[in-house]
């Protein structure tokens, strides 16, 4: 049963510091998907890739935030300096097919908390 | 500017009652649109898409939903629901943005199932 895995699912950490979230979209698949999930903004998407490719990061915060997909079974998204307002359960997910048709299979989320 | 509304923040529905989800769009070009679960502590998961044909759309656990070209609207509905259907429900489309697509999500309605 192919997934995509998210690590790690709960990170803590203080205001200032780095956080690399990453992501392993499922084999195969040639589009991944960045998103934030908080509850006062919904689900916002933050940026996504095809074929590795950086397609659209209109989403993110540039200055602190950055995507990156070394490689095809691996997707990163940074944050450096981490502030509290980053605090949001990250959702990458994957997906191939016909542009704006496929379905999107989500990670269950990193949970971040910057105190 | 393409947008989805999910009127009902919560619905909640006693045990095999029936139940409906609206989800109503805005957009000035022909769209796909999906119909996302989001179960406790976990990723979205995809419930169906219309992506053309025909209107009426049946997806996984018993929903299905109607596409209403004229009313922009892509209701979902499940003649009996169960307390395991308890859970987060997003309404999205996709649009074009440039050479690709954008999956826009609503706000989500929360499925309360009482015994």
């Known amino acids: 049963d192919a997934r995509v895995t998210q690590t790690p699912r709960h990170k803590v950490t203080e205001m200032g510091q780095e956080v690399t979230m990453r992501c392993q979209p499922i084999l195969g698949h040639n589009t991944v998907f960045w998103y934030r999930q908080t509850m006062m903004q919904g689900l916002e998407l933050l940026a996504y890739f095809r074929n590795r490719a950086p397609l659209d990061d209109s989403g993110m915060p540039k200055d602190r935030f950055s995507a990156e997909m070394p490689d095809a079974t691996l997707a990163t998204l940074k944050i450096q300096p981490s502030e509290p307002r980053d605090s949001a359960v990250y959702f990458c997910a994957s997906g191939s097919g016909l542009t704006g048709q496929e379905t999107q299979y989500f990670g269950p989320g990193t949970r971040l908390l910057v105190l | 500017a393409q947008s989805v509304t999910q009127l009902d923040s919560q619905v909640p529905v006693f045990e095999e009652a029936p139940v409906e989800l609206r989800c109503n769009y805005s957009?000035?070009?022909?769209?796909?649109l999906f119909w996302y679960v989001q179960y406790p502590n976990q990723g979205l998961q995809l419930l169906l898409k219309?992506?053309?044909?025909?209107?009426l759309v049946k997806g996984i656990n018993g929903f299905e939903a109607e596409f209403n070209k004229s009313q922009t609207s892509f209701h979902l509905r499940k003649p009996s629901v169960h307390i395991s259907d308890t859970a987060e429900y997003f309404c999205a489309v996709s649009v074009p943005d440039g050479a690709t697509n954008k999956l826009i999500f609503g706000t989500g309605t929360l499925l309360a199932v009482q015994p």
């Open positions: 219309y992506l053309s044909g025909s209107t």
């Open positions: 957009s000035s070009v022909s769209v796909y």
